[in-house]
């Protein structure tokens, strides 16, 4: 595998490529716009907008200046910045969050399905039974071997673990077709047990309950002079909100007014000539305005007051119909974000979802998860971010759609096919369904051994009878599994 490599500022100025192993700390690297992040530092020089999304999962870009602090795996979009190293390779939050991944993954790697469970005492079990009713009948018989021998064959026979290799199969099998037929395709053994244990969930913002990019909401409060002024200045940015400006204007046919001087300062906005005016379209405190509590950008013309154009995300197809129904079932329903307040707790509100979290990094989603767990709760996670791979692996189950990074998919249970998110309430009441199911196969095979096992040590079924009657609890459980098929 390549080794990323930095540039790293000498003494006398000059910069020289290295790789990011030959970092210590307090080395200087030059950062370019469009690269990614090495290490992690503080800024020294220069300002920028940064994309945090693979370590918060966020989409909207973050000021960075000196004295900022960044972290290995961002992406530098805008302007050159020189960051003095804290740490580098193995010691970057981006490692941390690798290492994260796989202790938590080691840990859930240990549970054991009731197949599992159920094998390892009723397979030896089966064995000692037929040779103890060989031996006795032996005596019994005064040393009849062939009456012996059969008689120990049909309790082998009848006793054959047919009935509960099939309690668990048969049930998954039924519940996997069901799931998939709803959009969600089972990638563990034992994600189905797993689900219906579930208490807690904990799902991600933006990608997951939103569709991560934002909308322009309040297009109405402005005139149209106003809007193709910011949409001739938008036009100038690649910036998330810049762009939400210029997909809004333009579904009107609305023209942009003739600008000149056109000129993206990093790190705060667009700003431009018009009719003889300054016009600046960018972040409150670089236009001297007092910011609102939400996701907004803000235009203001020559002297006159800054106005707002502020945006939500829009919530997933599905999203409140999971909450809602993931509710009524009993369970705990948590938000935790890497976002910022306002914006989670408007989502958190528009979903009635009490509970939630904002500004949380890969480290603080494990450290709510594991939180959870101490306290005896089961946890579904459901994220779509590398910053939410740690937590799909430390949570007891855990979910990603389709439209997540391969790397979360890889760690998750369970995988969303579709664009909805209403399927998993759904699955959680399907999943429990199916463990009753489990249950009551076992139950069926408990009671049918409990009566013709009796029946085979005394000696009144012969191979013949005994295969019989293994064929028909085999019949019977598998029969209870398809129940499952006709569940609404």
Known sequence: MEVPRAHRIGADGAEEVVSVTALAVGDLVRVVPGARVPVDGMVEEGESEIDRSLLTGESLPVFAGPGGMLNAGEVNLTGPLTVRVSAAGKDTSLHRMADLVAMAETSRNKYTSLADKAAKIYAPAVHLLALGAFLSWMVI????????????????????????????PAVTTAASGRLFRQGMLLKSSTATERLAQVTHVVFDKTGTLTEGKPVLDNMGDHGDADLALALALAQGSSH????????????????????????????HGVEAVWEGQEVRLGRAEWLGARGLDRTATYLKIGKRPAIAFTFTDNLRDGAAEAVATLKRQGMKVTLISG???????????????????AGMLPEGKVAAIEALSQQGARVLMVGDGLNDTAALAAAHVSISPATALEATRVVSDIVLLG??????????????SATR????????????????IPIALVGLATPLAAALAMSFS???????????????
């Open 339 to 357: 976002d910022a307040p306002a914006a989670v707790q408007d989502v958190a509100f528009r979903l009635g979802i009490e509970d939630y979290r």
């Open 419 to 432: 664009r909805s998110l209403e399927p998993i309430g759904g699955a959680v009441a399907l999943s429990r």
């Open 141 to 168: 018989s005064g040393w009849d071997v062939r009456l012996s021998l059969n008689i120990a064959v049909a309790v082998l026979i009848i006793t054959c673990p047919c009935a509960l290799g099939l309690a668990v």
């Open 240 to 267: 998330p909100l810049a762009q939400a400006i210029v997909a809004a204007a333009s579904e009107t046919g609305l023209r942009p007014s003739v600008i000149s001087d056109v000129k993206e300062t990093p790190g």
């Open 474 to 488: 085999s019949i019977t459980v598998s029969l209870n599994a398809l129940r499952l098929k006709g569940l609404k």
């Open 437 to 452: 199911r489990i249950k009551q196969n076992f139950a069926i095979a408990a009671g049918y051994n409990a009566i013709a």
